[in-house]
């Protein structure tokens, strides 16, 4: 038996069965929304927070400051509850209201501004001060060290080393290349792809970022293919899960989906992973389900 933090990861893999009718390819959804923040964000967080305490560079006097679309600001602000650490999230103001409830139960203060971009350097100017640390998920190598630990692990154990394509969304990018790094290493043969949004697409959870803005964690190299997701299409496949499959998630996750049955139908076999990001019960405000 262990706290709560214990639970995160080791999440189910659950396989789709009502989308594509080829028996010799397999499509599976890594279920993110089972950890104990709701996403796959808690296994970041939870490494950033831990490797930052372990090296000294934070205690419980510190106050941390992070800009977040939402769910790796879920995840902090429950792991630094936990920790006895202050924390501020900076979050666009289009995020929905679930999401700052939640992050304002777990005791974080959140602050809220027009854009992602002003969200992160309003972060980086806090921090700058001195009286802030700054995790920057979008530079910080434990993000994706977190998928290297873990998920990949999980994902190679649960598929029986049999996985040919993994497929993710790309938002601070730490999931797709943590993951890349550790099933490449297992078979360098394994097909990485990532989604991002079409030019005209929001699509809460992915990013197509300006180029100043690229997340220093990201590597194009250990990326084999990124598919361009429609704000429609990633709706759509996220409201057709939660009717046939019973997977109640958000857009990215239909956005990853989405990518998952592109792949499926220009492949004879193989054995496809996505990862489900989170849950969809952070979205009721939003029109996602309405």
Known sequence: MGNIIDSIGNTPLVEITSFHSNPNVKIYAKMEGNNPAGSVKDRAALNMIRSALERGEISTDTKL???????????LAMIAGMYDLSLELVMPSTSTRERTLTMEAFGAKVTLLDTME???????????????????????????????????????RDTQ???????????????????????????????????????????????????AYLPKIFDASRVDKIIDISQHDATEKARELAKREGIFSGMSTGGAFHAALQVANEIEEGVIVFISCDRGDRYLSSDLFG
Not at 128 to 148: C, M, R, V, W
Request: charge should be neutral; include cysteine; charged fraction near 20%.
């Open 161 to 211: 080393g049999k996985i040919t394509h993994f497929v993710s969304a790309m938002g601070t990018t730490g999931t797709i290349m943590g993951n890349s790094i550790f099933l490449k290493d297992k078979n360098p043969a394994i097909q990485i792809i990532g989604c991002q949004p079409t030019e005209e697409s929001s699509i809460p959870g992915i990013r197509r970022w300006p180029k």
């Open 65 to 75: 400051i992070e800009a977040t679309s939402g769910n790796t600001g879920i995840a």
């Open 118 to 156: 002003i969200c992160r350097d309003y972060a980086e100017e806090k921090a700058a001060t001195g009286e802030y640390f700054i995790l920057n998920q979008f530079s910080n190598p434990d993000n994706y060290k977190a998928h290297i630990k873990t998920t990949g692990p999980e994902i190679w």
